[in-house]
T-cell receptor
Framework: DAKTTQPTSMDCAEGRAANLPCNHSTISGNEYVYWYRQIHSQGPQYIIH???NNETNEMASLIITEDRKSSTLILPHATLRDTAVYYCIVWAGRANNLFFGTGTRLTVIP | SAVISQKPSRDICQRGTSLTIQCQVDSQVTMMFWYRQQPGQSLTLIATANQGSEATYESGFVIDKFPISRPNLTFSTLTVSNMSPEDSSIYLC?????????????FGPGTRLTVT
């Protein structure tokens, strides 16, 4: 069952920040917010995850609202290679599979 | 992290034949999964590959059509049997590895199957 809502598609100018929103209003207290992306013809790639605090790594930043009902993935300086489908997934991080919704197709424009 | 490889990377097969896809992980993992991604669609879980026992299939997928083996903690195979054009998809292997208090799921590059 889909637990997240994402826009179907977004465009972003190269070099600008890409802000990808995700709504997860039914998230449980023990569930994390995970982000994956899938570049065309490749397997999904892990980006970042968080529970309630904002997180940053070498790829992206994750901003989670205080009520945890929504989050935003930020790619600070989008490049053409960031064009991909981005999946926001809520997951308890336990020993079971991820459920993939439809994701957001991000197109970075030169 | 984990590196997952799949063989073949792509194949074109005739209807009625079968194809076995191999998945190799570079470390021992507890759980492995097989997903299907039909053209233009998201990923759909086929089954959980259990080491030493029969795979656990999701609704709509059956063992006779998609037999799975998991002989050890680093390797699994998925067979697509008696293929039809509707089986044309990307088939993805994935594995769970612990990452601190939670798990991360890693994916192979996928096998692109075209059935003619």
């Amino acid at each position: 069952d889909a637990k997240t809502t994402q826009p179907t598609s977004m465009d972003c100018a190269e070099g600008r920040a890409a802000n990808l929103p995700c709504n997860h209003s039914t998230i449980s207290g023990n569930e994390y917010v995970y982000w994956y992306r899938q570049i065309h013809s490749q397997g999904p790639q892990y980006i970042i995850h968080g529970l309630k605090n904002n997180e940053t790594n070498e790829m992206a930043s994750l901003i989670i609202t205080e009520d945890r009902k929504s989050s935003t993935l930020i790619l600070p300086h989008a490049t053409l290679r960031d064009t991909a489908v981005y999946y926001c997934i809520v997951w308890a991080g336990r020993a079971n599979n991820l459920f993939f919704g439809t994701g957001t197709r991000l197109t970075v424009i030169p | 992290s984990a590196v997952i490889s799949q063989k073949p990377s792509r194949d074109i097969c005739q209807r009625g034949t079968s194809l076995t896809i191999q998945c190799q992980v570079d470390s021992q993992v507890t759980m492995m999964f097989w997903y299907r991604q039909q053209p233009g669609q998201s990923l759909t879980l086929i089954a959980t590959a259990n080491q030493g026992s029969e795979a656990t299939y999701e609704s709509g997928f059956v063992i006779d059509k998609f037999p799975i083996s998991r002989p050890n903690l680093t390797f699994s195979t998925l067979t697509v049997s008696n293929m039809s054009p509707e089986d044309s998809s990307i088939y993805l292997c994935s594995a769970l590895l612990p990452h601190g208090p939670v798990y991360e799921q890693y994916f192979g590059p996928g096998t692109r199957l075209t059935v003619t």
